[in-house]
């Protein structure tokens, strides 16, 4: 763990998230500043800057992650098109320097963002987190 990384501490549970599913070594959960509602991340328990200096067992159930929660936000959310991406480095968009790969519903004709541009209500974070957790594949 680092101690200044805000994913640290949401995987040590000192800083709150809408938690949407976990595995052995991945934790999924929503933006906090979404793109578009629906918005999660997945990140390692572990910290790692970004793909660099990240392990292949561990990105493995990262994206093992990925994919189970794609399969529940299609379920729950029924998007006209679900995008997946991840970023390394400052110059690549990167924002939060702990490893997370972006999953975002997306609207056929709608304008294509990466970052949101505001902070998203807690409680509707919550909610639709558990749509999402409630659609999970087992
Ligand atoms: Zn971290």
């Known amino acids: 763990m680092k101690p200044e990384c805000i994913f640290c501490k949401i995987v ?6 809408a938690k949407v599913a976990e ?9 906090l500043f979404p793109s578009v509602e ?7 328990k572990r ?5 660099f200096g990240a392990d292949d067992e561990t ?9 189970r929660v794609a ?4 379920r729950a959310l029924a998007p006209d098109g679900l995008m997946m991406f991840q970023l390394n480095r400052a110059a690549a968009g990167q924002t939060v320097f702990h ?16 970052h949101g541009r505001g902070m998203a209500d807690a409680a509707a974070l919550a909610a639709i987190a558990a749509r ?4 999970m594949p087992d």
């Open 38 to 44: 629906g918005h999660t991340l997945i990140i390692p």
């Open 132 to 135: 999402i957790a409630a659609a």
């Open 12 to 17: 040590a549970g000192q800083a709150p998230a």
């Open 99 to 114: 490893y997370h790969a972006h999953l975002v519903p997306r609207s056929a004709g709608s304008e294509l963002r990466i």
């Open 23 to 31: 595995s052995e070594h991945a934790l999924a959960f929503m933006d």
């Open 47 to 51: 910290h790692y800057d970004d793909v």
């Open 59 to 67: 990105l493995a159930d990262v994206h093992r992650l990925v994919r």
């Open 71 to 74: 399969i529940a936000m299609d």
